[in-house]
């Protein structure tokens, strides 16, 4: 599809816009009692509602042809095949090999992929059985109790926030934890907890050379050989790479080092060996099943109809209100305290896969890309920033989440817990109209002057679009099929946005820009040849450390 094509097919929906604002979704829901049935889809157990939508069945229609135009099912199809849809980077994307439940050869670069996968799954197996079980221990011959994984962006938020999520699942005398930031405190306020003799360390880092997780390897290692003296360090080190010769380097030994391929993107690499630390924290069976979860979604994604096809109904309404409404941020709100790391790990997922500007021509977009997403669970969400979802001056389409069976036995908490999730959309869908606030108000006994002054800040516009995601629990499997839910949108709000969802390169500049200032920073070199500002602050630094 020419660019031109994309941008007028944006321009064609604009109709359908003109007319939906014209009737708002508690008209269309009092008027059609099958909406929830006809806007609802599951995958598996998974239910989908998309029904508090600006959307009718036209708008649906044009949707779909848009992605039908803009070669989804082609692109889909390519990338299963081991294509280089990478293409800046001349690199196939084949995560989901790493998950495959199947017996079909899986080729990339003509060779099939699966036995090495296969072989690295049962390493991990092997390795998280031993150090669960304690036939892996540390120098002094302690169980491990700790394992701290150190790495930044995919190799730290996929494993960090699926053991999180995966709390029910972990044992108390075995926990993960996770340094990332090159900010000292936060690898000095986990290891302060922790006694080196039972502490393992996980450095993962797709390329061995970020230098977050360089930095905190190194304090690390410090940290081990102030403690046990150097010949411990080999020890208490694993490593999840696809950079073996630095992992050598580094000193790891060869039976620690855990691999992947480069047709693995950072953000999509939960599903590998950096996903290492979880099967150690859960079990090797639980991180299995988040994989299977995830084939599963695969599975619907590759073989569903557009139409019933979830990640693509959630692509195209992401689309509809970024290109047509004009709407620029996303909140993604689970009802599950523990995906409370989710809106994190989708920021890097989505923003870092669609956050560009050029097509994969090269040309300027004509059209706007990747949202801004962000969330927070709830209800935590609803006494924080819901006030400017429902009353503020911006349209914020929301996702929410939610599981059907909690995995602790407290009543009242979870019906609570639904009760709430299914207000807000409900709130966000109806809202309240002014004369429904003044027979409120009068009911309650106000005069008119009172009423008068009030109605105004009671007002609630509503017709605020949302989805919401109900599950029977968070398991390993369901985990996983959400995870790759928000993966294969992403990927097809790519192919419409035409871009590289595969690329990061908005992130080396300021990468650069740091390396040179370091020495100045350090007061090894002049702080020349910067703006006025950068100077300023420097200068500021150089006073005012130590
Ligand atoms: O932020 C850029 C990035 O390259 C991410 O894509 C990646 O997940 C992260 O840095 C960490 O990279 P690595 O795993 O190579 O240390």
Redesign the pocket.
């Known amino acids: 599809m020419a660019k031109s094509g994309r941008k007028a097919s944006f321009t064609s929906l604009d109709k359908h816009r003109k007319r939906l604002a014209e009737q708002p979704m508690r008209v269309q829901f009092a008027v059609d009692p099958n909406r929830f049935k006809r806007y609802s889809a599951s995958a598996g157990d998974l239910l989908l509602d998309y029904s508090k939508n600006r959307i009718d069945e036209d708008a649906m229609a044009a949707l779909f042809d848009l992605a039908r135009a803009a070669g989804v099912e082609e692109r889909r199809t390519q990338m299963c095949e081991g294509e280089h849809i990478n293409i800046t980077e001349d690199r196939a994307v084949m995560h989901m090999a790493l998950r495959y439940q199947g017996n079909l050869p899986v080729p990339v670069d003509g060779a099939d992929v699966m036995p090495a996968i296969r072989e690295v799954l049962a390493r991990i197996e092997s390795f998280s059985n031993d150090v669960r079980n304690g036939t892996i221990r540390g120098h002094t011959g302690e169980q491990f109790t700790d394992i701290v994984n150190i790495?930044?962006?995919?190799?730290d938020l996929g494993p960090a926030m699926v053991t999180l999520a995966l709390e029910p699942y972990t044992r108390a005398d075995l926990r993960a934890h996770y340094v990332s930031n090159v900010d000292g405190a936060h690898i000095h306020d986990i290891l302060k907890r922790l006694d080196p003799k039972r502490t393992m360390f996980i450095v993962?880092?797709?390329?061995?050379?970020?230098d977050e997780?360089m930095t905190n390897a190194g304090s690390a290692r410090k940290w081990l050989a102030d403690a046990l003296g150097d010949a411990a360090v080999n020890d208490h080190f694993a490593a999840v790479s696809t950079n073996i010769e630095a992992c050598q380097k580094f000193g790891i030994k060869q039976e620690r080092i855990f691999g992947f391929w480069d047709w693995v993107?950072?953000?999509y690499s939960v599903w590998s060996a950096i996903g290492l630390p979880i099967a150690i924290a859960v079990g090797y069976d639980n991180f299995a099943a988040f994989l299977k979860g995830a084939d599963a979604m695969d599975q619907h994604f590759l073989s569903t109809p557009l139409e019933k096809n979830l990640p693509v109904i959630m692509a195209v309404l992401g689309v509809w209100y970024r290109n047509v409404w004009g709407f620029s941020t996303h909140a993604v709100l689970p009802y599950d305290q523990r995906l409370s790391r989710f809106a994190a790990y989708l920021q890097?997922q989505d923003m870092?896969s669609n956050g560009k500007s050029v097509t994969l021509t090269g040309k300027p977009v004509g059209w706007s890309t990747g949202p801004i997403v962000w969330g927070e669970p709830g209800t935590n969400g609803q006494h924080a920033f819901y006030q400017l979802i429902h009353q503020g001056t911006d349209v914020i389409p929301c996702d929410f989440l939610i599981a059907a069976r909690p995995h602790e036995h407290l009543p009242p908490h979870h019906d609570k817990l639904v009760a709430n999730v299914l207000a807000q959309s409900e709130a966000l869908m109806l809202g309240k109209t002014e004369e429904e606030v003044i027979a409120e108000l009068k009911a309650q006994g106000m005069d008119k002057a009172q009423i008068k002054a009030l109605t105004p800040h009671k007002v609630f516009p509503g017709n605020r679009p949302s989805n919401t995601l109900f599950y029977p629990q968070l398991t390993p499997e369901m985990l996983g099929s959400l995870v790759a839910l928000y993966e294969h949108k992403v990927f097809v709000q790519g192919v419409i946005w035409n871009v590289n969802s595969y690329d990061?390169w908005g992130?080396e500049l300021g990468k650069q820009l740091a390396k040179a200032l370091l020495p100045k920073v350090e007061g090894k070199a002049d702080a020349e040849g910067h703006d006025a500002s950068t100077q300023g602050l420097l200068a500021y630094y150089r006073d005012h450390k130590a």
Do not use: D, W
């Open positions: 790495g930044i962006g995919g190799s993962a880092s797709k390329t061995f050379t970020t997780t993107g950072g953000r890097q870092e990061q992130v």
